[in-house]
């Protein structure tokens, strides 16, 4: 081998343990960055999961405090509402009471010319034939009475809730005001109307037959003391004593 080849060898030599030896250095301190940085996306996935789970859980903490205030925010309303309810109830109460006070109070100054009653069927509040017969009995005395006014109570038996009998006993009733004035032009301010739903029972309702006779309204015919009698002769007979005034 001639002294040319011989140096080409050498020099070959030498770059590649050269290069060997670069590889190796440059594999030496690379692989711990590779391993540090691998350990880091393994701890930034566990981050990332935890935090997932967090906000997971935190969502569900959440929503499970809404749906416990939208359940509290309902219970609320419906407590509003049934107080509201038991207000109304209680104004149409004292409405009813001041209504029939008055009633009373005016009454105070009339007497009864004529009475009757008319009874309905379950839950009814048309008039039958038998109790437009007894409503022209009384209507025929209307004519022959001054200063007259005209009383309607309306009742009901117990069955059901009181509110819902005042509303019945106010129907009950208004059929008669409706029959009394479509038919004898009773005009409407000559009419006291009350609706007493089950509050004036007259029979005991624990019966069937006391069931039905407070299902009832009551009518009556009244005329002003001072206005209603006849006034006594000039010169009474003697011993007699003229009606008071």
Partial sequence: MNRASL????????????GCASKNYVRQQTTPLINKTNELDDLTAQNTKAIKDVDTRTQAGIQQVMQSANAADQKAQAAGQQA???????????????VLSNAVANLDNYRVMSETAVHFGFDK??????AKEELDKLAANVPNTKGY??????GTDSVGSADYNYGLSERRANSVVQYLGSKYNIPAHKIYLVGLGKDKPVEDNKTREGRAANRRVDIRLMTNTAEGQ???PANPPAGSTPPST
């Fill in 84 to 98: 509201a309810q038991a207000q109304q109830l209680a104004d149409n109460a004292v409405h009813r009471v001041d």
């Fill in 230 to 232: 006849q006034q006594p």
């Fill in 125 to 130: 509040d048309f008039l039958t034939k038998q």
């Fill in 7 to 18: 140096i080409i060898a050498l020099a070959v030599s030498m770059g590649a343990s050269v």
């Fill in 149 to 154: 006014i005209i009383t309607i109570e309306g």
